[in-house]
């Protein structure tokens, strides 16, 4: 098959920095599809809150996206996405998403995009490298539904694969490296997803993570059926997965989670992006 | 078979010996848990996890870099060697399974050590992974490398299915059945991991990420991971 179509090679550069009490979002380079909105404080000048979207909607094979977020030493930012991003059936080529992000010393970054639905028989792999200095801090979460499974579709073609590489001094922190091909055997067994169409992680490394939290975070659960898990990885850091029917409940437990490491760590409340309450909460 | 291979075959029995002194009898990677949870309860389904795990689990990137660690170490290059070991530690699912990875790292190191001194002197010398020692170990002892691929592999099960053995329970000639029925499991494994390329090094791990986090937090336990 000859390729004729051309595909999206959209990207995001951004660059955040401190300026007196504010973080400034001083770089903001955007190529369609991917587009940034202009940023705001809803909590105050020194967290920039950010979003960004996609706006064709959704990825098709071929499409290649790439983000590349700078946060200079001592900046904070929020960054979400406006809505799902979708990845569609395959042509027969793969989409690629690559998401580089750098934290300078004692930067702050939340990366809490929404979900990502991976249609059945779609092929897409995410790249996501971190770079933190040592006194630095990250939350991010990633919630992935595989397959539509409001319309009662299962993944059980195509391939979901996702990167996620935590990197300080030179060093390996976090190395998670998930391969999920979409047949009926990772659908149905223990070993992938037991049929449950959502799963999500969420991770966070900080100078000022206390090791008791984890038995604090232990005390979230779920609001429905899910298996869900807390771990320590390399660095103090911490590993929370989740296994479930949806991904508004995923949602829900990690926000509780995030809720919880917020306080613990910058004894502040969370500030729940506006966007997020426009979705429908619909598994 | 001469001298050599002679001594190759018997590096690789003492090797992957169940009887190694390196605690894997203690580790159960997960399935502790599934068997408390009735995932795991008999026969079958014990099979069916070790047989996923094999064809899509971190058991193969763990065999792989133990690959890149007997590579490594016929080319001395330590700075690999020291590369990949970092690179395990960072992508071990959980505490746990990072912790008695480590612990039977460092107990095979000394041991190797201890029978043969000066042969583990360029490696780390703190956290060494057991994927690490064994490529290091296989490589020094003259065993070749299909056959170590095969070995690593065939202990794991082994070693999983003794840990099923003892807690469904199982009768051990069921245990053995097992071994027997994955034979061909591991040898497609094993031609696939050795040439596994780094872009590949990914795995499908939610079950025994998720298994091996409610371990260590269950109330009865009688294995470490």
Same mark, same amino acid.
């Given at each position: 098959?000859?390729?004729?179509?051309?595909?999206?090679q959209?990207?995001?550069?951004?660059?955040?920095?401190?300026?007196?009490d504010?973080t400034?979002?001083?770089?903001?380079?955007?190529?369609?599809?991917?587009?940034i909105?202009r940023?705001?404080?809803?909590?105050?000048?020194?967290?920039?809150?950010?979003?960004?979207l996609?706006?064709?909607g959704?990825?098709?094979g071929?499409d290649?996206?790439?983000?590349?977020?700078?946060?200079?030493?001592?900046?904070?930012?929020l960054?979400?996405?406006?809505?799902?991003?979708?990845v569609?059936?395959?042509?027969?080529?793969?989409?690629?998403?690559?998401?580089?992000?750098?934290?300078?010393?004692?930067?702050?970054?939340?990366?809490l995009?929404?979900?990502?639905?991976?249609?059945?028989?779609?092929?897409?792999?995410?790249?996501?490298?971190?770079?933190?200095?040592?006194?630095?801090?990250?939350i991010?979460w990633d919630?992935v539904?595989?397959?539509?499974?409001?319309?009662g579709e299962?993944f059980?073609?195509?391939a979901?694969? /996702?990167?996620?590489e935590v @990197?300080?001094?030179?060093?390996?922190l976090?190395?998670?490296?998930l391969?999920?091909?979409?047949?009926?055997?990772?659908?149905?067994?223990e070993?992938?997803?037991?049929?449950?169409?959502?799963?999500?992680?969420?991770?966070?490394?900080?100078?000022?993570?206390e090791p008791?939290?984890?038995? /604090?975070?232990r005390?979230?659960?779920?609001?429905e059926?899910?298996?869900v898990?807390?771990?320590q990885?390399?660095?103090?850091g911490?590993?929370?997965?989740?296994?479930?029917?949806?991904t508004?409940?995923?949602?829900?437990?990690?926000?509780?989670?995030?809720?919880?490491?917020?306080?613990?760590? @910058?004894?502040?409340?969370?500030?729940?992006?506006?966007?997020?309450?426009?979705?429908?909460?619909?598994? | 078979?001469s001298?050599?291979?002679?001594? $190759?075959?018997?590096n690789?029995?003492?090797?992957?010996?169940p009887?190694?002194?390196?605690?894997?009898?203690?580790?159960?990677?997960?399935?502790?848990?599934l068997?408390?949870q009735?995932?795991?309860r008999?026969?079958?389904?014990?099979y069916?996890?070790?047989d996923?795990?094999?064809?899509?689990?971190?058991? =193969?990137?763990?065999?792989?870099?133990?690959?890149?660690?007997?590579?490594a170490t016929?080319?001395?290059?330590?700075?690999?060697?020291s590369?990949w070991?970092?690179?395990?530690s960072?992508?071990?699912?959980?505490?746990?399974?990072? =912790?008695s990875?480590?612990?039977? $790292?460092?107990?095979?190191?000394?041991? +190797?050590?201890?029978?043969?001194p000066?042969?583990?002197?360029?490696?780390?010398a703190h956290?060494?992974?057991?994927?690490?020692?064994? $490529?290091?170990?296989a490589?020094?002892?003259?065993?070749?490398?299909?056959?170590?691929?095969?070995?690593?592999?065939?202990?794991?099960?082994?070693?999983?299915? $003794?840990?099923?053995?003892?807690?469904i329970?199982?009768g051990?000639?069921?245990g053995q059945q097992l071994?027997?029925?994955?034979?061909?499991?591991?040898?497609?494994?094993?031609a696939a +991991?050795?040439?596994l390329?780094?872009?590949?090094?990914?795995?499908?791990n939610?079950?025994?990420?998720?298994?091996?986090?409610?371990?260590e937090?269950q109330?009865?336990?009688?294995?470490?991971?």
């Amino acid at each position: 098959m000859t390729e004729t179509t051309s595909h999206w090679q959209g990207s995001l550069d951004l660059a955040f920095r401190p300026q007196g009490d504010r973080t400034q979002m001083y770089r903001t380079y955007a190529k369609a599809p991917l587009k940034i909105q202009r940023p705001f404080y809803p909590e105050n000048p020194a967290v920039c809150h950010s979003v960004s979207l996609h706006t064709a909607g959704g990825m098709v094979g071929g499409d290649r996206l790439s983000q590349q977020i700078n946060l200079d030493r001592g900046s904070r930012a929020l960054m979400t996405t406006v809505a799902a991003t979708k990845v569609y059936r395959s042509n027969g080529l793969e989409a690629e998403q690559k998401i580089k992000m750098t934290l300078g010393d004692r930067a702050v970054l939340e990366w809490l995009p929404q979900e990502t639905i991976v249609f059945n028989n779609a092929q897409y792999r995410q790249h996501t490298r971190i770079d933190l200095a040592p006194t630095a801090s990250l939350i991010a979460w990633d919630i992935v539904r595989l397959g539509r499974s409001a319309r009662g579709e299962t993944f059980i073609g195509g391939a979901f694969g /996702q990167n996620l590489e935590v @990197w300080q001094n030179q060093q390996p922190l976090w190395i998670d490296r998930l391969w999920l091909p979409g047949n009926e055997r990772i659908w149905h067994s223990e070993n992938g997803l037991a049929q449950n169409p959502a799963i999500a992680t969420l991770i966070c490394f900080s100078p000022q993570i206390e090791p008791e939290i984890i038995a /604090q975070l232990r005390q979230c659960t779920p609001s429905e059926a899910a298996k869900v898990g807390i771990t320590q990885t390399q660095g103090g850091g911490l590993l929370c997965r989740y296994r479930g029917q949806s991904t508004a409940a995923a949602r829900q437990w990690l926000i509780q989670i995030w809720a919880m490491l917020r306080q613990s760590l @910058w004894q502040t409340p969370v500030c729940i992006p506006r966007v997020w309450q426009l979705q429908s909460l619909q598994g | 078979m001469s001298t050599s291979e002679a001594l $190759g075959l018997l590096n690789l029995l003492q090797l992957a010996s169940p009887a190694l002194p390196v605690g894997a009898y203690s580790y159960s990677e997960g399935i502790e848990t599934l068997i408390e949870q009735q995932v795991i309860r008999d026969r079958d389904s014990l099979y069916t996890w070790l047989d996923t795990e094999l064809s899509y689990g971190s058991i =193969r990137i763990e065999t792989a870099i133990m690959v890149r660690a007997y590579l490594a170490t016929q080319s001395e290059d330590w700075e690999k060697v020291s590369f990949w070991n970092s690179w395990l530690s960072a992508s071990r699912e959980t505490l746990e399974l990072r =912790r008695s990875s480590q612990q039977m $790292g460092q107990t095979l190191l000394k041991l +190797v050590e201890d029978l043969e001194p000066g042969v583990t002197a360029h490696l780390p010398a703190h956290s060494c992974n057991y994927a690490i020692a064994f $490529g290091v170990a296989a490589s020094r002892w003259q065993i070749d490398l299909e056959s170590a691929t095969l070995a690593y592999l065939q202990a794991w099960t082994t070693h999983l299915i $003794g840990a099923g053995v003892k807690l469904i329970p199982l009768g051990q000639t069921t245990g053995q059945q097992l071994l027997w029925m994955l034979r061909d499991r591991l040898m497609t494994t094993a031609a696939a +991991v050795r040439s596994l390329p780094d872009s590949a090094l990914s795995s499908c791990n939610w079950g025994l990420s998720l298994a091996s986090m409610a371990h260590e937090t269950q109330y009865m336990r009688l294995f470490r991971s």
